[in-house]
């Protein structure tokens, strides 16, 4: 079926309830991964459902202006469904979008993020590219966190991820986003499996190349790294900076790689063993334009940046999912260097801390570059471009 036309959903002559069955035509996917309907002048939350596609749900939660809902059938199947690899998709909670064919995903990401820049970031316009495809959308992860614990009705330890529906853990064997070494690691823990519930245990490969702590942050696709890369590559030589403070540095990827394209650099980075890493990748390299220093980035911001002409300097932020603390990103208003990179996996608080650094005109949003670094799953990188809009004073 090429186009999906359909009535509007029935109109129900009482509240809706929990466990009402209703028909729904899902016509969204909101940034999360759920589809979206309407229920009367309620909005009803579907996961596992597809655009385009007739659905008949059960809802289990019902809030004053929206629900939430399990699918109970497919009426109509929307042409852009798929068959998911995994047998565990709809029980574990790592992936959301199994079910939808790959081209597919990424145009409602991008939608997504265009989405929240406008309702979170307030930008009429964002200026949101096409998301660029991982070359390999499964077996691509390089690193999972798995967790035992113990099931009592079934009297076994369960070893594998949460559970899409609740806090527990759902046994799994294999998983279809993860790179086939780990599947061999895994496979392993379950024949040899840690004495009791409770335990957390990374798996992970070794980034060639580079020295990382077992604790510190690596990116967690090694197949589209090198696209995540060019795309701040481009907007570095697009400015014109020569000089760059790689703040939340990790390991120093982006600096040591960028190192390169400017005349100096600077990395500034919480972790201390990531510190030492970075100066031994460094080393490796044979890097001589900049260097690394240990420390708060909210407390070290204000002294790095006074260290170089801002008019010439770019500020790459790679922060936690959780975006940057509003001291830092006031820091760089104050600072105000010429270019501001924000690489961020959550467009969430991505678009919110846009928003700030944009406040009054002082940076202007000139690319949002996404890059799908987590196909299968409700994530996406996106490398975001700010520039300097008027001087100080």
Request: proline share 8%; glycine share 8%.
């Amino acid at each position: 079926m090429s186009e999906f036309s359909a009535p509007n959903p029935p109109v129900l002559t009482a509240p809706p309830a929990v466990g009402d069955r209703v028909t729904l035509d899902i016509h969204d996917l909101a940034f999360g991964g759920e589809g979206v309907g309407r229920c009367g002048e309620f909005v009803v939350f579907v996961p596992y459902v597809c655009p385009g596609e007739r659905v008949e749900v059960k809802l289990t939660e019902v809030k004053k202006s929206f629900a939430r809902a399990t699918l109970v059938r497919l009426i109509t199947r929307a042409p852009e469904r798929v068959e998911p690899r995994c047998e565990y998709f709809g029980e574990c909670g790592g992936c959301q979008y199994q079910h939808l064919d790959y081209d597919a995903q990424r145009r409602w990401k991008r939608k997504q993020i265009t989405d929240l820049f406008q309702r979170v970031g307030g930008f009429s316009q964002p200026p949101v590219r096409e998301v660029i495809p991982c070359p390999q959308p499964y077996g691509y992860r390089n690193r999972i966190l798995v967790r035992s614990q113990w099931n009592g009705p079934a009297r076994k330890l369960n070893l594998g991820f949460i559970r899409a529906d609740c806090n527990l853990v759902c046994d799994v064997h294999s998983c279809a986003i993860a790179e086939p070494a780990l599947n061999v690691a895994l496979q392993d823990w379950h024949r040899n499996p840690p004495p009791k519930g409770g335990i957390k245990t990374v798996l992970r490969l070794p980034a060639e190349g580079w020295t990382v702590p077992e604790h510190s942050f690596f990116q967690n696709n090694f197949f589209v790294l090198p696209a995540l890369l060019e795309a701040v590559r481009a907007r570095l030589r697009d400015a014109g900076t020569r000089h760059l403070i790689d703040a939340y540095c990790g390991v120093g990827f982006f600096s040591l790689s960028l190192a390169d394209a400017v005349e100096s650099f600077l990395g500034v980075e919480l972790d201390v063993p990531a510190i030492k890493a970075a100066r031994e990748n460094q080393a490796r390299r044979g890097i001589t334009n900049g260097e690394y220093v240990a420390g708060d980035t909210d407390a070290l911001l204000p002294s790095l940046l006074r260290r170089l002409d801002p008019a010439q300097t770019a500020v790459l932020l790679d922060p936690p999912r959780v975006g940057c603390r509003p001291p830092s990103l006031h820091v760089l208003r104050e600072a105000h260097p010429a270019q501001i990179l924000y690489v961020s996996c959550h467009p969430a608080t991505l678009a919110r801390d846009l928003k700030l650094l944009c406040a009054d005109g002082a940076y202007e949003l000139v690319d949002v570059q996404p890059v799908d670094m987590f196909p299968q799953t409700q994530h996406v990188e996106c490398v975001a471009d700010l520039r300097r809009r008027n001087a100080k004073g």
